[in-house]
């Protein structure tokens, strides 16, 4: 049978769909890859978030065509779905699947080998472009290929998004809001539990205000507060964690569960995205700084100790220095233990990419606030980390380390990354207590002091 290589870039929703994808292409006989140089399928899935994002899947698939022209190669996700037919044109690919489709890929792809083979020309083009909508895709993305020994997984519990932030092609590429039926996810957690798994993340965009249409509130709780109370009772999941939530689906009953749900992780990574009520309205963020500033004194005081993390655009069409100082001092006053800084960059097909010219933020501008708000950052989160040394923490090990693999890594609970010498056999998959000696830039080294 054919190998498959599949690319991934952009976030955890992507890495996620792909991971089904892969599951369904193992199931059908094919063999996956690590690299693409062997394989005869290759698939790039992508995100349209970026900019950055775009530009990179479009060169490693032109370098992957130049070196040597696949049997199949193809796009999925959500540049697939914003760009359609015109990445047939531009990249000379056969395949683009959208986001609402990752159940069909398989099938497309048996389908172009079918007829390449039966002319007999690798090289002739029978593209396959399907960027249509589908009802109750979101149940589609359920099965897991876990490594020997993984203990954290991603669960995929809703598709798409209504908030429409100015700045965000997500609502455009993923569709409207659909959340999957909650004994489903539960089902989904009790196999992950059944296979070793002890730490799940739920992933959905906008993750907090999950199944609002469909689900309804039960005893003042929302169907998210419903759903971490039913996952919570799985045997053998050990820490919860959920991303991207949303500011105003951070409700009352949200802010409780972190007082009586224990495997709740101690963090939180809550996106901010400005610090200017002036910008928010533009970016069409419904809060503002004050609200969304009593919001995070009321988690730290649920869950005293709690990590709290952002994200943040500086640049933002209209961004004076007078917004962006704001911004400064909402970062000063809040004390992140860490945040993502984005430089904005237009998004095709959204509303920021329309506003006028004069609005726009020269890029060296941009680059200086991002400098400066970096290390505002760095300046506030570091001595944190610092501050750990000579302390127990608990991690759950993920296995040797991705900058030096004779070393293990894992996460403590507030998602801070911990490397130390261990035994792959004996650490990996685990959950244990490692005593801090020294702190780097956002990671800490120590040894392990116990199993758990
Ligand atoms: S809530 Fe998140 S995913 Fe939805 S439009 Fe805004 S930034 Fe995009």
């Known amino acids: 049978m054919p190998r498959v290589h599949i690319k991934t870039y952009g976030c955890q929703m992507n890495e996620r769909d792909t991971e089904q994808v892969s599951q369904m292409f193992v199931e059908r006989g094919y063999t996956m890859t690590a690299t693409d140089t062997d394989a005869d399928v290759v698939l790039i899935n992508t995100c349209s978030v970026r900019d950055q994002a775009e530009q990179k899947a479009l060169g490693k698939m032109g370098m992957v065509r130049r070196r040597r022209i696949p049997l199949v190669t193809g796009f999925m996700g959500c540049m697939a779905q914003s760009r359609g037919s015109e990445l047939v044109d531009k990249a000379s690919v056969d395949l683009v699947v959208g986001t609402q489709k990752y159940h069909r890929v398989v099938d497309y792809v048996d389908e172009i080998i079918r007829k390449k083979e039966a002319t ?6 029978f593209s396959i472009v399907d960027v249509e909508e589908e009802e109750q895709s979101q149940n589609t993305i359920r099965d897991h290929t876990l490594k020997e020994k993984q203990a954290s997984a991603f669960v995929s519990i809703m598709q798409g998004c209504n908030m429409k932030c100015t700045f965000c092609i997500v609502p455009y590429t993923r569709g409207e809001e659909r959340g999957r039926p909650i004994a489903d996810i539960v089902e989904e957690v009790k196999r992950l539990a059944d ?15 999950y199944g ?106 209209g961004e004076t220095e007078e917004h962006y100082l704001e911004t400064r ?87 801070r990354i911990v490397v130390f010498d261990g035994n792959p056999a004996r650490h990996t998959g685990e959950i244990f207590k490692v005593r801090i000696k020294e702190a780097g830039h956002f990671t800490l080294f120590g040894d392990p002091v116990m199993l758990g």
């Open 195 to 209: 296979r070793g798994v002890k730490e799940v993340t739920l992933l959905g965009q906008i993750v907090n205000l």
């Open 329 to 415: 001092a909402l970062f000063e006053k809040l004390r992140f233990d860490n945040a993502f800084v984005f430089r904005y960059s237009k998004r095709r097909g959204t509303p920021a990419a329309e506003m006028e010219d004069a609005l726009q933020v020269p890029e060296k501008v941009k680059e200086e606030r991002n400098q400066d708000l970096l290390a505002l950052v760095n300046s506030i989160a570091l001595p944190m980390y610092d501050a750990l040394v000579g302390k127990d923490v608990e991690i759950l090990c993920e296995g040797p380390s991705k900058t030096n693999s004779e070393r293990l890594t894992g996460r403590t609970g507030s998602n």
């Open 120 to 125: 007999l020309m690798d090289d002739e083009r």
């Open 212 to 317: 609002r249409h469909e689900f309804p509130v039960v005893d003042g709780k929302s169907p998210f507060v419903q759903l971490l109370e039913a996952v919570h009772e799985v045997p053998g999941i050990q820490r919860i964690r959920f991303t991207s939530p949303h500011p105003i689906g951070y409700k009352k009953d949200l802010i409780e569960a972190f007082t009586y749900l224990p495997k709740l992780a101690e963090h939180v990574h809550l996106p901010v995205q400005s610090g200017s009520d002036a910008i928010l309205k533009r970016m069409h963020r419904p809060y503002s700084t004050a609200k969304f500033i009593d919001l995070i004194e009321r988690i730290r005081a649920a869950r005293p100790g709690i990590a709290v993390t952002t994200d943040v655009i500086v640049g933002f069409p």
